[in-house]
Nanobody, 124 residues
Framework: VQLQASGGGLVQAWGSLGLSCAAS????????MAWFRQAPGKEREFVAA????????YYDAPTKGRFAISRDNAKNTVYLQMNSLKPQDTAVYYC??????????????????WGQGTLVTVSS
């Protein structure tokens, strides 16, 4: 299984950036997909998730209303559109996959597979 995240880069505050995560080696439609992030010196934190069935989405409070997660099962890809970016959004962003779950979407240890991460830097 491979998850290949891309789209990170440098953006000014209040700008936008879109991340993609292409999955291979798994039945993508059976996996809940999520984005997590980790800033230097901080714990990994949940950003957003989209369920394998029904497509329900979940967001952490700091990103709700600014970020949007979506998926294209035909392309085996999950996306994260980030708008109104703030310097505190600076982090390495990771995509993750869990088979038909997990029970707690915000709990990173429950995810089966992880991408390599892509760095997002927001300048003030």
């Amino acid at each position: 299984v491979q998850l290949q995240a891309s789209g990170g880069g440098l953006v000014q505050a209040w700008g936008s950036l879109g991340l993609s995560c292409a999955a291979s080696g798994l039945t993508f439609s059976s996996y809940t997909m999520a984005w997590f992030r980790q800033a230097p010196g901080k714990e990994r934190e949940f950003v957003a998730a989209i369920m394998w069935s029904g497509g329900n989405t979940y967001y952490d409070a700091p990103t709700k209303g600014r970020f949007a997660i979506s998926r294209d099962n035909a392309k085996n890809t999950v996306y994260l559109q980030m708008n109104s970016l703030k310097p505190q959004d600076t982090a390495v962003y990771y995509c993750a996959a869990d088979f038909r779950g997990p029970p707690i979407v915000s709990s990173w240890p429950q995810y089966d597979y992880w991408g390599q991460g892509t760095l997002v830097t927001v300048s003030s």
